[in-house]
């Protein structure tokens, strides 16, 4: 059996896949970058091989933000961006998925797909309200785990209006709702609201969002933002088996793609 290594170096967290010839997840492991990505990447290879020490890797890929740095410490490594590692994991079982919503922990994409090929992407990067990391840390704000956050906003029946172009405006929008006595699960889910208006206005805009539609990233655990999501958009998403390792399952899926494609090309020089 073959085995391929995939890496996602992301600015916040680190993703690390082994994925099996037939594009199995097989182990994995998922860290903090803290700052350091080869020291992020060197713990999550320790943890992937001690879940199978039997694994012998045939080939390797690495996104995400850190790939060119981490690339220095894996020999015959190949390196892509996380726009085209995204889409490829969200088509490896999703071949008639049209729309892609990948947000991470610093920045949001959406990937359009026509035809099972990339057609048009957008990222945002220029302000955290749209982000992963600005959910964690409002989720710490309210002494609320993501798991509760995430819960709480299921049960939000009049959603509190949040400013989400802005970190800054949106607590201070919070911190007036909270003043003013707005139930707690309402603040959340306005939160969850005002982060999905955000990225529709800004990271989508002029964009058509075809279905299907496939939301990746970390960010699709939490039921709040799925549900604000599909009901901005009328339609239902679907969430993939492990979101938040997608640019990592991506990677490995492209590294698997390009040894097949360099096996037969030799093989046809040797033909000749």
Do not use: W
């Amino acid at each position: 059996m073959e085995y391929y290594l995939g890496i996602d170096a992301g600015s916040v967290s680190t993703k690390v896949v082994v994925l099996s010839g037939d594009t199995k997840v097989v182990a994995h492991a998922y860290l903090p970058t803290q700052g350091s990505p080869i020291t992020a990447v060197r713990e999550g290879l320790k943890q992937v091989i001690s879940q199978d020490p039997s694994i012998d890797i045939t080939a390797v890929a690495i996104t995400g933000s850190g790939r060119e740095l981490v690339s220095t410490i894996l020999a015959s490594s190949l390196v892509k961006n996380e726009i085209t590692a995204q889409a490829a994991a969200a088509t490896r079982n999703n071949c008639d998925v049209r729309t892609i919503i990948e947000i991470g922990g610093q920045d949001s994409k959406l990937i359009l797909i026509k035809d099972g090929l990339m057609a048009d992407f957008a990222m945002n990067t220029v302000c955290a309200a749209g982000t992963g990391s600005f959910l964690n840390h409002q989720a710490t704000r309210l002494g609320l785990s993501l798991e509760d956050f995430g819960a709480l906003a299921l049960k939000s029946t009049s959603p509190a209006r949040i400013a989400g172009r802005c970190t800054v405006f949106a607590e201070s929008d919070m911190i007036h709702q909270q003043q003013i006595g707005t139930p707690l699960e309402d603040i959340v889910y306005g939160l969850c609201k005002s982060l999905v208006h955000n990225y529709l206005t800004s990271v989508a805009s002029g964009k058509d969002i075809l279905p299907p539609v496939i939301i990746q990233g970390g960010v699709a655990h939490n039921p709040g933002i799925v549900r604000a999501f599909r009901e901005e958009l009328g339609l239902e998403p679907t969430i993939p088996p492990y979101p938040e390792l997608t640019g990592a399952i991506g990677a490995a899926i492209l590294a698997q793609q390009e040894l097949t494609q360099t096996t037969l090309k030799t093989l046809k020089q040797k033909k000749k």
